[in-house]
C-alpha cells in the first residue's frame, strides 16, 4: 500500500472514531432514562453510599485537608498506593503545612522523596507552595482556576483535590472512588437498572484488581 494510500485510510479511521464519538454523546444526551433527575439523585447517592462503606482505609483520607490530598495525589502520580504511604508519613512529619513545605531545602526535600522517582513532581510541589505563601497567603486554594494554576497540577489532579476536600464538589470522590476499583466512567454510563441495586450491579462487571 503507497504511503498517499495509508495516510487517506489513517485520516478515514480518524473521521470514523470521531464521528462515533458524537453519536455516543448524542445518545446519552437525549437518553430519557438519564434525563431523569430522580433516577440520577438515587444512583448518586447509593454510589456514594457504596464508596463510603468500600473505599479503602488510606492516611490522606482520614484527615482530607487539600494540603494532604494534594501531597497524595502528586504522591500517586505514576506511583502505586501501596509504595506511596510510608512516602507520604514521612513527608507529612518533615513538612505538616505549606508553609514549612515552602520554606524547605529544596535537597532535604528531594532527599525525602528518593525512592518515588520522577524528581519533577516534588520541585513542582516546591514552587507551587511557595506561590500558594505568596499569593494565597499560605492557605491552599479552593477554586479550579486557581488550583490548576499552581505548578505541577494539571486538570485531572486538580478535580480530584477538590472532589474530596471541597464540600461543593464531594458528589465527584464516589465516582473517582468506584473508577479506581475498576467501575469505570463509561460502565457508569452505560448503566440503565435500578438505580437502588446501582453499585453492586456496575461491581460485577467490574475489571478485578
Given at each position: ?195 437502588n441495586a446501582a453499585p ?10
Amino acid at each position: 500500500m503507497s504511503r498517499s494510500s495509508t495516510e487517506r485510510h489513517a485520516v478515514a479511521a480518524k473521521l470514523a472514531k470521531k464521528k462515533s464519538a458524537e453519536t455516543q454523546s448524542a445518545v446519552l444526551q437525549y437518553d430519557l432514562v438519564w434525563q431523569d433527575s430522580d433516577w440520577r439523585c438515587a444512583l448518586r447517592r447509593r454510589l456514594q453510599n457504596w464508596f463510603s462503606r468500600n473505599a479503602r482505609d488510606l492516611p490522606w483520607r482520614r484527615t482530607p485537608t487539600l494540603y494532604r490530598v494534594w501531597v497524595s495525589e502528586i504522591m500517586c502520580q505514576q506511583t502505586q498506593v501501596a509504595t506511596v504511604i510510608p512516602y507520604f508519613e514521612r513527608f507529612l512529619d518533615a513538612f505538616p503545612d505549606i508553609a514549612s513545605l515552602a520554606a524547605a531545602e529544596e535537597q532535604t526535600l528531594l532527599s525525602l522523596w528518593e525512592g518515588l522517582g520522577y524528581y519533577r513532581r516534588a520541585r513542582s510541589m516546591h514552587a507551587a507552595a511557595k506561590k500558594i505563601m505568596e499569593q494565597h497567603g499560605g492557605e491552599f486554594p479552593e477554586s479550579f482556576e486557581e488550583v490548576i494554576d499552581l505548578p505541577g497540577v494539571g486538570r485531572y489532579t486538580a478535580g480530584a483535590i477538590l472532589s474530596v476536600t471541597v464540600p461543593e464538589t464531594t458528589k465527584k470522590s464516589a465516582c473517582r472512588g468506584l473508577a479506581g476499583s475498576g467501575i469505570t466512567p463509561s460502565r457508569m454510563t452505560s448503566y440503565r437498572g435500578d438505580a437502588n441495586a446501582a453499585p453492586i450491579s456496575i461491581a460485577q462487571h467490574a475489571s478485578p484488581h
